[in-house]
């Protein structure tokens, strides 16, 4: 780093810090036991100023260490996290952390970087970097990195009475349920289905619920959900063919009110063209490993990844809106569903601004479609409020139509009393 690089990266945000007393507090918890219980913090730089810096957002508690070889003779030891500085990216530094990954178990590192290129996130998680983390540097986030980070090691640590492990592959718990969130015209309101189904599920449910925005071109998952996300789709994909459970849950972000985790749609469109159905499949496979629920929220078009994710989802909701075009865009979806074998049991259409203002009667409608909607959502002006304001109504609204439409629907699959599901009450036939 030239004296330049480390001014930017030290200068950025420094006021800000100590300020608030809130986050103050929670630093204090986290320092003082509560998070970080029975694990060291460190920090790693050959950069002074850069250490201090590092060190001044953990309120100095933690040691300072100026190489890689100085901290080493901490390893193996008590379960440690360290942070480690922009010196700690160069080639010879990752294929030291590499070595340190393969030997210890205990030891989680999150790497602070001034700038974050894609190669560069890859190359750290693939030496077994927990997180990177880049300038301008939130505190609030690193914290909560840190703490994760510390939670997976106490929880993995033999002598542990901390925190359940988060349940992986092969540790005999049963693959999550992959719900999709599909529709055969834009705006019929799939991206508001979506992310309120998925924050009563997060609020209803033990595992982890992850919400995958599934529309790679523009994607509105994060701003409805009030998020700046450090990682989208496109660094999961990115490194897909070496990603594992535990890589995956660093790229996500967590949504505080629910604890719903998110990968959010990549921030340049362009980014959609170089994924593949089989990539979004396999994310899809990994992720529903440890989670009890995986909701994927899609574009209103048929190509080669809605299609994979279609043919890997236990159920799928379809959302319609109540209008001439959407109903005649439905029952085309429903006639391609068909021909593409999905079984009718999977499908479950939700009629969205559905009451009594709409010109269309939906009982004529479903009549039209051979088809009962599972949910009638009424059209009500809380929910463009929730969008804008970032917190879906059933966070913000919670008293409305809309909100109780959409916690009954995430119950049918949180129960297991979809149309697939064992509770089914009567099943709905979509074709014929
Ligand atoms: N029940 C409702 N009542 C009132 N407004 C609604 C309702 N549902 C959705 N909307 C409005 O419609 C807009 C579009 O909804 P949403 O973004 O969920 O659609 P979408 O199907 O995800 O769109 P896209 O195809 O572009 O991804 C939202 O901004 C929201 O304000
Ligand atoms: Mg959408």
Known sequence: MTDQDVSDFTNFNFDDFGMDTELDEELHAASEGSQFAGVSLAVVDSDQAVRDYLGSLFDGRVDAAGSLVEIETRLGLAPIVIVLGPSCADSESLAII?????????????????????????????????????????QEALIQTVTRIADGLVSTSPQSAGPAPVPTAGDGQELGQVLTVFSTKGGSGKSVTATNLGVVMAQ??????????????????????????????????SQIDNADASMLQALMTVHEPSGLLVLPAPVEPTFADQVSGAQMAHLVEIIRTFAGHVIVDLPAIFNEVVLSIIEISDEI???????????????????????????????????????????????????????????HVPSDVVVPISVNKGSPVVLSATKSGVARAFEQLALRFIDGATASGSASSGRRKFFG
């Open 98 to 138: 590499e070595g340190w990954t393969r030997v210890h178990s205990n030891v989680g590192t999150v790497l602070v970087t001034a700038e974050l290129s894609t190669e560069l996130l890859q190359r750290a998680l693939r030496v077994g970097i927990k997180d990177v983390l880049s300038a301008p540097i939130d």
């Open 204 to 237: 209803r449910t033990d595992r982890p619920v992850v919400l995958i925005d599934g529309h790679l071109q523009f994607g509105d998952v994060a701003v409805m959900l009030k998020l700046q996300p450090q990682h989208t789709v496109m660094d999961a994909i």
């Open 317 to 375: 909701v379809l959302v319609a809106g109540l209008d001439i075009p959407n109903i005649k865009n439905v029952k085309i979806g429903l006639s391609t569903l068909s021909l593409l074998n999905v079984p009718t049991e999977k499908l479950h259409l939700v009629l969205n601004r559905a009451d009594s203002k709409v010109k269309l009667d939906v009982a004529e409608v479903e009549r039209t479609l051979r088809v009962a909607a599972v949910a």
